[in-house]
C-alpha cells in the first residue's frame, strides 16, 4: 500500500495543481482545460472509437519499425565487428548519419515517399538504429582474452565460437541497446506523426490544434506518455527476465 500510495501521489498532486490553476483564472481555460473537462473528452473520443483508431495506428508503426532496427541494427553490427578494415571503412559514413536528427530527414522522406507509413517506419529506423548497433557491436568485442585460449584449447570451428562464446557475451550489451532504441522509436514516431502523416497519435493532437480542441490535444499528449510508460516497463521487465537466470548481475 505504501508503495501505491508513493506512486500515486504525484499524479494526483499535479491533477490538483491543474485544477486549481484552470479554475482559479490565472490561466484561461481555453488555454488550460480543467482535468474534468479533458476527461470527459477522452471518453468521448473512446466511444466514439477515435482514440482507439489512432492508437492502433501508432503501435502497429513503432512495433515494426522497431523489429525492423533490431534486425538491421544486429546485421550491421556482426558485419562490421567481422573485420577492422571493414568498421574503419564504414566508421565515417555511419557515425555522420548518426550525427543527423532523424527529424531533420523528414522534408526529404516526404519527397522521397511520400506521407505515409514508409517515411514513419525510416524515420524510426534512423532513430532507433543505432543504439542497437553500438551495442551489440561492443557486445560482440567483449571476448576476453581466457575465452579465446579456452576456444582454441578446444579446437572450436568460427561458427561454434561465434555461438558458444561471442554471442553470449554481447547478449547483455544488446539488452541494452534494445531498452534504449525503443524509447528512441516512440519518440521520433511521434515526432513523425506531428510532421508527416494523416493518422497516428502525432497525428491526432495536430489536428485538434487546427479545430482548437485544446481538450484533445492534452487527451493525445497524455496518451502518447502513458502508452510509451506502460511500453518501457514491459519492455523492462521482459529484458530482466531473459537476463535472470544467465546473467543476474545485469538482470538486477
Excluded at 481555460?29 to 476527461?39: D, I, R
Excluded at 548519419?97 to 525510416?122: D, F, K, S, Y
Amino acid at each position: 500500500m505504501s508503495r501505491l500510495f508513493q506512486l500515486l501521489l504525484t499524479p494526483v498532486l499535479i491533477v490538483i495543481y491543474w485544477q486549481i490553476l484552470s479554475s482559479s483564472g490565472l490561466i484561461s481555460p481555453y488555454l488550460l482545460p480543467t482535468p474534468l473537462k479533458v476527461w470527459q473528452a477522452a471518453i468521448n473520443m473512446f466511444e466514439t472509437g477515435v482514440l482507439q483508431k489512432h492508437i492502433i495506428v501508432s503501435l502497429i508503426r513503432v512495433l515494426s519499425g522497431f523489429a525492423l532496427s533490431c534486425l538491421l541494427g544486429v546485421i550491421l553490427a556482426g558485419f562490421v565487428s567481422s573485420s577492422i578494415w571493414i568498421e574503419r571503412l564504414l566508421s565515417a559514413p555511419i557515425t555522420l548519419l548518426r550525427m543527423i536528427p532523424p527529424l531533420a530527414m523528414v522534408p526529404l522522406l516526404i519527397l522521397w515517399l511520400g506521407i505515409g507509413n514508409e517515411t514513419q517506419l525510416t524515420i524510426i529506423i534512423l532513430a532507433s538504429i543505432f543504439p542497437i548497433f553500438l551495442n551489440t557491436r561492443d557486445g560482440l568485442k567483449r571476448v576476453d582474452a581466457t575465452q579465446k585460449e579456452l576456444a582454441k584449447s578446444l579446437n572450436l570451428s568460427p561458427i561454434r565460437y561465434v555461438f558458444a562464446i561471442v554471442i553470449p557475451n554481447a547478449i547483455p550489451s544488446f539488452v541494452t541497446g534494445f531498452r534504449l532504441a525503443f524509447g528512441y522509436s516512440w519518440r521520433a514516431l511521434v515526432g513523425a506523426e506531428l510532421i508527416a502523416a494523416s493518422s497516428g497519435l502525432g497525428y491526432l493532437i495536430v489536428d485538434a490544434q487546427e479545430m482548437l480542441r485544446t481538450d484533445e490535444v492534452i487527451v493525445g499528449i497524455l496518451t502518447i506518455g502513458i502508452l510509451g510508460w506502460m511500453l518501457d516497463s514491459l519492455i523492462n521487465i521482459l529484458s530482466k527476465k531473459l537476463l535472470a537466470h544467465r546473467f543476474p548481475e545485469v538482470a538486477n
